[in-house]
């Protein structure tokens, strides 16, 4: 096996492409294996990029083409099914007012594709149809084996390779039959309660950009957006007993859920009918949504990223967000390694890996909480969360509420130390600077 510090990265979502252009910011050797067959796809899905995201993008130099395609987010509304609005307050502005960056509302697409056709040397360094079926490591290296019968070699394998992750359940088996037998007990911990039905829509006329829109009801939740290109919708349903089962519905399932909630009312004056009679049927999904986090996020030269460790139902809006921020601190923890120790022996790569999840775990285990109570408040799967949905949070202060539960979590997120850069600021400061920048202004990092 090679002792060159190459790290292969399972997976060119917009976390695993992300953490390429944190390598090539790094000097590092790398590769990524997707295994689809292109790179840029559409798959009814749209996101939110959050200030501490938007400020990762800044460092890379990808902010302003984000800000040229996404929509600038400022406000959101509740509706009922029937479509009558019971609360609307200013969710997004506030933030640009504290952190210097917008919230921007884009499709899951967009951000690939940006991230992609930025990428430093992507023809060489992306690899699509590549699979990954199984890992050898040692004290020197590891072995990625792909579907077609190539062998892929470095001193780590990062795994963004998602919910399903297959590097996840290599590692679990690695770990079982280790003298430590540390991995976890079953090789999918991740329990899925909710269904999701994604898609976008052509714009219709009258829209408000930047409007974000959620549907509140018993046991269905619906979210849209229009973008500056499309509508972005989705609809979270209960599922009737918890599952474990890996599932991806079928085009005549997808048909039959979507006449089951036809009437349901996305936008005030719209009706997802409205919305599915333009929609193409190849820009929309229909999947389980899993939750849940895992104890264990590495095993010897294996390391996981993103929706492998932490997942979440799309309600909160932070499983992106999230996952950008743990590449980010994960490759500030390899970069000090191979600064002490360009080999990378098992001893650096333990205490890099090890510091990784202890710095991000209790922010993600955070999250992914809020994530699963917000989704079963909105879903009103009890009385109470009716009534505090219906009744209470109208009559709250809701833009000192999402302060006071999230700009803890956007100021005290982590930029790559080893970039330097001129960060947009706001009334609230960044609690976390580039270590080398925090040090030519003769300050300390937080």
Known sequence: MT????????????VGLYTAHALAKANVDFVVLEQQSEIVRYRGAGTVLLPHACRL??????YTRLEEIAARMHSKSNILQNGQEFCRFHLFDPFEDHFGYACLGLSRSQLIQVLYESLPERESRVKTNARVVDIETDASGVRVHLADGSIEEGA???GADGVHSQTRTIMNRLARDS???????DDYPMVASFKGLFARSRLHEGLETGLFV???????????????????????????????????????????????????YIFPGIKFKDLWATTARTDATFVNLEEGIIDKWYHGRIVLLGDTVHK????????????????????????????SNPDLPNEAIEKAFHSYQSIQEPSCRAIVKMGMEMTRMVTWSTWTAWFFDRYVI?????????????????????????????????????????????????TERV
């Not at 993008?57 to 990808?62: F, H």
């Not at 959620?214 to 919708?233: F, M, N, P, R």
């Not at 999230?322 to 923890?333: E, K």
């Open 214 to 264: 959620e549907t509140h009801g018993s046991g269905l939740v619906t979210q849209s957006t229009s973008g500056k290109d499309y509508i972005y919708y989705s609809v979270v349903r209960a599922l009737p007993t918890p599952t474990t089962v890996q599932r991806k519905y079928s085009a005549q399932e997808m048909e039959e859920e979507a006449k089951s909630i036809s009437e349901i």
């Open 57 to 62: 993008m800044d460092q890379i130099g990808l």
């Open 179 to 185: 003298s430590s037998g540390a991995g976890e007990k």
């Open 394 to 442: 109208p009559w709250m202060n809701m833009e000192n509420q999402v302060k006071t539960q999230m700009h803890p979590f956007v100021s005290n997120a982590y930029a790559l130390d080893f970039v330097p850069f001129e960060s947009k600021v706001g009334q609230t400061p960044w609690n976390k600077t580039p270590k080398f920048q925090a040090a030519e202004q003769g």
């Open 312 to 339: 979440m139902t799309s309600i909160n809006g932070l499983g992106v967000n999230t996952g950008l921020q743990s590449a980010a601190v994960l490759i500030n923890q390899l970069h000090d390694a191979l600064r």
């Open 3 to 14: 002792n060159k510090p190459r790290v292969i990265v399972a997976g060119a979502g917009p």
């Open 156 to 158: 780590i394998i990062i």
